[in-house]
């Protein structure tokens, strides 16, 4: 191949801009021509392609965002939109192309490579809920500030006698949720793949506050979670641009309902974009530069539909087909972990 493309898509996560970086560096090496697509695929229809040049990406290892500029398209959702992509790609010269993103991402990757244009996979989220790799680039990241904000707000909360509820992302799973918790040492994780009550809650709380004699708490809630009773219900019919409910507000609610069947007094802080915003730990800095790489191979050596997964400690090749439509769940050990040293 002597040229390719890359495009970021999805919502941004720390470490984007890592993945970028990698590619447009491995093109250097080897005298293939990259070209950047800016604002993701609605960008390459309106021809928002340009090269990227190893001058391009000095420095931005260490920066949140991406460079590219990311979105959420509705291109792939109808019946034929990849060859509209294939024609838009042709145009620029383009004759492989690396997708960085998550599940929604992923599935145009593999919309893309099934339509037979070459094209790999670098799992991006900061939702940690792609099957076929154990780590997403800007998931780490995210848990750190979420943990380093949970060991803030214990002051707060510890200096008013409060309960507080903090609500972050993950669409939905519970990753960033358990994570944070076990680190930054929750009372309780609250997250979609494992049912709660109210009472349940309410009941933890008491034996904390009347049995053990604390006199605050720490709740970690995930904004997809909801009670099994439903009274936590949110979203309230809004939908994003593909028509997914659009998240937030779980944390609010539960806060309210807390202080009025307990008496405690209670908080929430939703936690919200900062969890993306943050520059990439090396942690998030060396997963971006290893699955990239990977991805960089697949795509020249001619394993299109392929995602550059990190399976146990090695980065592998996996086949969208067996990724895509998946989301990979908190286990049972980690909620385990969570409840018990949370
Ligand atoms: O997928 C990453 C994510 O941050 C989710 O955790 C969150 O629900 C969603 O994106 C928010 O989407 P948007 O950036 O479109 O508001």
Redesign the pocket.
């Known amino acids: 191949m002597k040229r390719i493309g890359i495009i970021t898509s ?4 720390p470490g984007t801009n890592a993945c970028i970086r990698t590619v447009a560096r491995r093109c250097a090496y080897d005298g293939v021509e990259l070209m950047g697509i800016f604002d993701s695929w609605d960008g390459l229809l309106a021809d928002e392609v340009r090269p990227i040049t190893r001058d391009d990406v000095t420095g931005i290892v260490a920066t949140a965002g991406t460079m590219l500029r990311s979105s ?1 398209s509705r291109l792939f959702l109808h019946a034929g939109d990849e060859e509209k992509a294939k024609v838009a790609l042709a145009k620029h010269g383009i004759e492989g192309l690396v997708v960085v993103g ?2 929604g991402s992923q599935t145009a990757t593999l919309k893309l490579a099934e339509a037979g244009f070459p094209a790999v996979g670098v799992p991006k ?3 940690n ?1 792609l099957a076929g790799t154990e780590l997403t680039v800007g998931f780490l990241t995210a848990v750190e500030m979420c943990t380093h904000a949970l060991d803030n707000l214990r002051a707060t909360a510890e200096s008013h006698n409060r309960v507080m509820v903090v609500e972050v ?3 939905n799973v519970g990753w ?1 949720a358990v994570e944070a918790s076990i680190a930054g040492g929750a009372d309780m994780a609250l997250i979609p793949e494992f049912p709660f009550t109210l009472d349940d809650v309410c009941d933890k709380l008491k034996l904390r506050h009347e049995k053990l004699g604390r006199n605050y708490s720490m709740i970690v809630i995930a ?2 979670a909801n009670d099994s009773e439903g009274v936590l219900a949110t979203a309230g019919g809004v939908t ?2 593909l028509g997914r409910p ?3 507000g779980v944390g609010q609610l539960l806060a309210r309902e807390l202080e009025t069947r307990t008496g405690y007094d209670a908080r929430c802080t939703t936690l919200g ?1 900062l ?2 915003c943050a520059a990439p730990t090396a942690v998030d800095r060396i997963l971006a530069t290893r699955v990239s790489d990977k991805a960089y191979d697949l795509l020249t050596g001619g394993q299109s539909g392929m995602l550059a997964g990190l399976r146990g400690f090695e980065v592998q090749a996996v086949a969208l087909k067996d990724v895509v439509g998946k989301e990979k769940r908190v286990t049972p050990e980690y909620y385990r972990l969570a409840q018990l040293f949370g």
Do not use: P, S, V
């Open positions: 999805g919502g941004d996560a959420r998550g599940n989220t900061i939702d809920d992302m993950g669409r960033i904004e997809g994003d641009k659009k998240l937030g974009y969890q993306r």
